[in-house]
């Protein structure tokens, strides 16, 4: 044992309840230098500590709107490093509110030096949306893109958003509704509209997104309600976006496009949804190996 471990040691005993190790057999199992001593010493019933490596994104929604109650009790017990305020739901007016009260539950630990940390508050734009209803597998769905039906979509129709789907889909592509839980392939299409049966059913909620596997997708990444979103987290100094169907390079550029000189500062997370952005990422991958093979290897 050095004298760095046996003056850390000596801390330990001195103040096993300080808040930095909350109990003795916890740190006790952290100075183990043998991995199964570690684990054999931790203990699911003692309290986390404060110092931890994994960051927490917790997204605000109407059970943890309140300060009072379970934000401040939360933050204080658990902490988080990120709020999420997810933009598919709420007006800008409704998300001001938890903005406001996620800042004051930060500051209301500044006194303490153990509890507090910063918290960033992040925005996850929308993305592009579709239909409502109950499909049954091996039943015949029609999807249109005529504005007529766009309040009156059952269980044989739905209408989508995406008015250039008939142009990038083909007779046996498939589908995928609600993140993968509906599956349809398409039979047969037409200028307006797409003729699918039905591979895998369940419940179809309003406004869910819609994959097209291998399709070259060229719906724009940031539409134009995402557009007035992201001003409005400029505008909320939020220090994080999370950017929803992002699926190449040129779309992250649109976002940073839109926050602008004031939110030259503000992190984007790129969330990859798609078989296009999927792609991107291994080949972008592929070509950073390659690059550093070239350096690394003889003669390259």
């Known amino acids: 044992m050095n004298k760095y471990s046996y003056a850390l040691c000596i801390f330990n005993v001195t103040f096993?309840?300080?808040?930095?190790?909350?109990?003795?057999?916890?740190?006790?199992?952290?100075?183990?230098?043998?991995?199964?001593?570690?684990?054999?010493?931790?203990?699911?019933?003692s309290p986390p500590i404060t110092a931890r490596d994994t960051g927490i994104i917790w997204t605000i929604g109407p059970a943890s709107r309140s300060v009072e109650t379970k934000l401040d009790e939360k933050k204080k017990k658990f902490g988080m490093n990120v709020a999420r305020l997810s933009f598919s739901h709420g007006e800008h007016?409704?998300?001001?509110?938890?903005?406001k009260k996620v800042r004051?539950?930060?500051?209301?630990?500044?006194?303490?030096?153990?509890?507090?940390?910063?918290?960033?508050?992040a925005l996850d734009t929308?993305?592009?949306?579709?239909?409502?209803?109950?499909?049954?597998?091996?039943?015949?769905?029609?999807?249109?893109?005529?504005?007529?039906?766009?309040?009156k979509c059952g269980e044989d129709i739905l209408w989508l958003d995406y008015k250039n789907i008939c142009k990038v889909v083909e007779v046996g592509s498939k589908v995928y509704v609600d993140d993968g839980l509906i599956s349809l392939q398409v039979k047969q299409k037409g200028a307006?509209?797409?003729?699918?049966?039905?591979?895998?059913?369940?419940?179809?909620?309003?406004?869910?997104?819609v994959n097209l596997?291998?399709?070259?997708?060229?719906?724009?990444?940031?539409?134009?309600?995402?557009?007035?979103?992201l001003k409005f987290g400029v505008q909320q100094d939020v220090r994080r976006v999370f950017a929803s169907f992002i699926r190449k390079?040129?779309?992250?550029?649109?976002?940073r496009k839109v926050l602008g000189e004031r939110g030259k500062n503000i992190k984007i997370i790129s969330k990859i949804e798609n078989h296009e952005g999927l792609l991107q990422v291994m080949q972008q991958?592929?070509?950073?190996?390659?690059?550093?093979?070239?350096?690394?290897?003889?003669?390259?």
Request: proline share 6%.
């Open 192 to 209: 307006d509209f797409l003729v699918t049966e039905v591979e895998k059913g369940g419940s179809l909620g309003s406004k869910k997104g």
């Open 93 to 99: 007016e409704y998300h001001a509110e938890p903005i």
């Open 249 to 255: 390079a040129a779309d992250v550029h649109e976002v």
């Open 213 to 229: 596997p291998g399709a070259a997708v060229d719906l724009p990444a940031v539409s134009e309600e995402d557009i007035q979103d």
């Open 285 to 300: 991958g592929r070509n950073r190996a390659h690059r550093v093979w070239q350096v690394c290897s003889p003669g390259g």
């Open 16 to 45: 096993p309840y300080s808040g930095i190790m909350p109990n003795y057999k916890l740190s006790e199992a952290i100075l183990q230098s043998k991995f199964y001593k570690h684990m054999c010493l931790l203990d699911m019933d």
């Open 126 to 151: 929308k993305g592009s949306g579709t239909a409502e209803v109950e499909l049954k597998k091996g039943a015949t769905l029609k999807i249109t893109l005529d504005n007529a039906y766009m309040e």
């Open 104 to 121: 004051a539950a930060t500051e209301s630990f500044a006194s303490d030096p153990i509890l507090y940390r910063p918290v960033a508050v």
